[in-house]
Structure formats: structure tokens, C-alpha cells
């Protein structure tokens, strides 16, 4: 017999897990489904000081654990498949396990996040979370007075190098065009940074770093001229790729609505998706803030609006 679920709960990161205390608290008795990444983004930040409750700053691994060992005190049941199949049309919910298992569920909350995009170099890969990031608010105080890169073209990536122009001593704004695709106040404020210098028609193709036992840092940046074809080396302490995210949504096309990006639609500031009983917290439904504490709280009002649905 399928197993049959007052409140399921795709995706465990700060969303997922906060949704699980909430509603294990409200008595719902929720299973969470981890995914294939579980934790989320958090657990590929080196060192988090702007989450609540870490006053000396902690990594991000150990800040998602926690929650996740707290949503399990309240009595979370979570698991470690993958949902690869729902169908929300009629209650309740069908879900597929890792292809085979069939559930159901009377409300669902999706909490599966977003994946940062990566330029995709080898060497970029070996830096992760060692002087490269894609979270200038998450990571830039680490770089207070040294030099940094942004690597995008687009509002956040002007965004983030504004950002960074009020730690780092020098902001080099990399682009692969030969314009921003930025908003001209966006550009304008860029423009009008000193410390920021923009680098155009310039092709990153590897990162540049030193490699002593299990240490790692970066020292530089290795870019191509479109144009030129010229290879120059650029000092660095720092880079920060800003060339957007993907939510993880392809599972719900056609199931909830979405926008043209790919995000969940929800109503409002209330995490309500098209579908009633189906809800949406963290990343997945925010292409704003991103941060893990705003996911949080999303999954804290996913929770309580599946308990409300479920009492009306």
C-alpha cells in the first residue's frame, strides 16, 4: 500500500528543514525528501556571518546541519530519495520516489532552491569556496580592503560589484561583451564608482591560484579579449561569478504555475502557489534576496499556511 502523508516536503536546505520544525511542531507529521543536494547551496559556502544565532560566523555545512538536526528533534521524518515525479491535479497529491515508489501527500511544500550558474572551467571547480563564490553578500567580507572580481554583465552582476566596491579596495567588473546588459541606472552607478573598473569583450578561461596540501587561495584571473585574442593575467584576491541561477523547477512545469524564468509564481508575500495545498519557500520562489536566512523564513510561512489549509 502507498504511503500517504499529511504534509510532504521537497527539498532539504534552510527552507525544507525550517518547513519540517514548523510544521512538526503543528503536528503534521511531515516527511522531507533531501534530493540529490541536500542542504542546498548553504553547504557549498565556506563561511557564513550574516545568519542569525552565529555571532562569531560558522560554515555553511554546519548551519544547515543544525537545522537539520532540529527539524529532526521536533519529529521530521527526512529521507534521502528524490521525488521525480508529482501530479497535482487533484488531491491528494501524487508523488514518485526516486522513479518507482508511488505516495501521496494532502499538502506539499516544494523548498528544491536554485543552482548557481558556473563559467565551467576545471580551475574554477578547484576554487570553490576558496576565494570563488557566486554570493557577494554572503562572502565579500572577506575580502575587506583586497582586490576581486566580478564575472557577469547582467543587474545582479552590477549589483554585486557595487556591493563589493564598499569592502574591497579594487572591483574589476568582467564581461564577455562588449556592453552590460544592466539597467542604464544600474550602469550608471557603476560608471560612476571609482574602484570599479569594467573589463569588456573579455572571456574568463581559468582561475589562477596556489595549492599548498589542503589549502587553497586564488590569485588571479586568466582572460581572453574577444576581439584581440589577447591573453592577460589580472591580480586577484577574489572572484565572484554573477551570471544568474536556474530554479529548480523543471520537475513542476506544467503542474504550478511558473514565470518566464522558471520560478515558482506565489501570491504575494503568502508562499501560495497556483495549486491550493501546494506551497513554495526558499530559492525556488525568490529571484531577489537569496539569502538562507529570507529561505528560512519562507519555509517558517509555508509550514503555517499547509497547517491553516489543512484545518479549513
Known amino acids: 500500500m502507498s504511503e500517504k502523508y499529511q504534509c510532504l516536503i521537497i527539498g532539504g536546505g534552510p527552507a525544507g528543514y525550517t518547513a519540517g520544525i514548523y510544521a512538526s511542531r503543528a503536528g503534521l507529521s511531515p516527511v522531507i525528501y533531501e534530493g540529490m543536494q541536500p542542504g542546498g547551496q548553504l553547504t557549498i559556502t565556506s563561511e557564513v556571518e550574516n545568519f542569525p544565532g552565529y555571532p562569531e560566523g560558522e560554515s555553511g555545512p554546519v548551519i544547515v546541519e543544525d537545522i537539520r538536526k532540529q527539524a529532526l528533534r521536533m519529529g521530521a521524518d527526512i529521507r534521502?530519495?528524490?521525488?521525480?515525479?508529482?501530479?497535482?491535479?487533484?488531491?491528494?497529491?501524487?508523488?514518485?520516489?526516486?522513479?518507482?515508489?508511488?505516495?501521496?501527500?494532502?499538502?506539499?511544500?516544494?523548498?528544491?532552491?536554485?543552482?548557481?550558474?558556473?563559467?565551467?572551467?576545471?580551475?574554477?571547480?578547484?576554487?570553490?569556496?576558496?576565494?570563488?563564490?557566486?554570493?557577494?553578500?554572503?562572502?565579500?567580507?572577506?575580502?575587506?580592503?583586497?582586490?576581486?572580481?566580478?564575472?557577469?554583465?547582467?543587474?545582479?552582476?552590477?549589483?554585486?560589484?557595487?556591493?563589493?566596491?564598499?569592502?574591497?579596495?579594487?572591483?574589476?567588473?568582467?564581461?564577455?561583451?562588449?556592453?552590460?546588459?544592466?539597467?542604464?541606472?544600474?550602469?550608471?552607478?557603476?560608471f560612476n564608482t571609482p574602484n570599479i573598473e569594467p573589463i569588456l569583450d573579455a572571456i574568463p578561461t581559468e582561475v589562477l591560484g596556489e595549492k599548498q596540501g589542503f589549502s587553497r587561495k586564488v590569485t588571479g584571473l586568466r582572460v581572453q579579449n574577444k576581439k584581440t585574442e589577447i591573453i592577460t593575467d589580472i591580480a586577484l584576491d577574489g572572484i565572484f561569478v554573477a551570471i544568474g541561477v536556474t530554479p529548480v523547477t523543471e520537475l513542476f512545469a506544467g503542474q504550478i504555475d511558473l514565470?518566464?524564468?522558471?520560478?515558482?509564481?506565489?501570491?504575494?508575500?503568502?508562499?501560495?502557489?497556483?495549486?491550493?495545498?501546494?506551497?513554495?519557500?526558499?530559492?525556488?520562489q525568490d529571484p531577489h534576496y537569496r539569502q538562507a536566512c529570507t529561505a528560512a523564513a519562507s519555509g517558517c510561512k509555508a509550514a503555517m499556511e499547509a497547517e491553516r489549509f489543512l484545518i479549513h
Open 259 to 284: 514565470d518566464e524564468q522558471g520560478y515558482i509564481k506565489t501570491q504575494g508575500a503568502r508562499p501560495l502557489t497556483s495549486v491550493p495545498g501546494v506551497f513554495a519557500a526558499g530559492d525556488v
Open 80 to 190: 534521502t530519495g528524490e521525488i521525480t515525479e508529482v501530479e497535482f491535479s487533484k488531491r491528494p497529491f501524487r508523488l514518485v520516489v526516486d522513479y518507482e515508489n508511488e505516495v501521496f501527500a494532502e499538502t506539499v511544500i516544494i523548498a528544491t532552491g536554485a543552482t548557481a550558474r558556473w563559467l565551467g572551467l576545471e580551475s574554477e571547480a578547484q576554487y570553490r569556496g576558496f576565494g570563488v563564490s557566486t554570493c557577494a553578500t554572503c562572502d565579500g567580507a572577506f575580502f575587506k580592503g583586497k582586490t576581486v572580481a566580478v564575472i557577469g554583465g547582467g543587474d545582479t552582476a552590477l549589483e554585486e560589484a557595487h556591493y563589493l566596491s564598499k569592502i574591497a579596495a579594487k572591483v574589476y567588473l568582467v564581461h564577455r561583451r562588449d556592453q552590460f546588459r544592466a539597467s542604464k541606472t544600474m550602469q550608471n552607478r557603476i
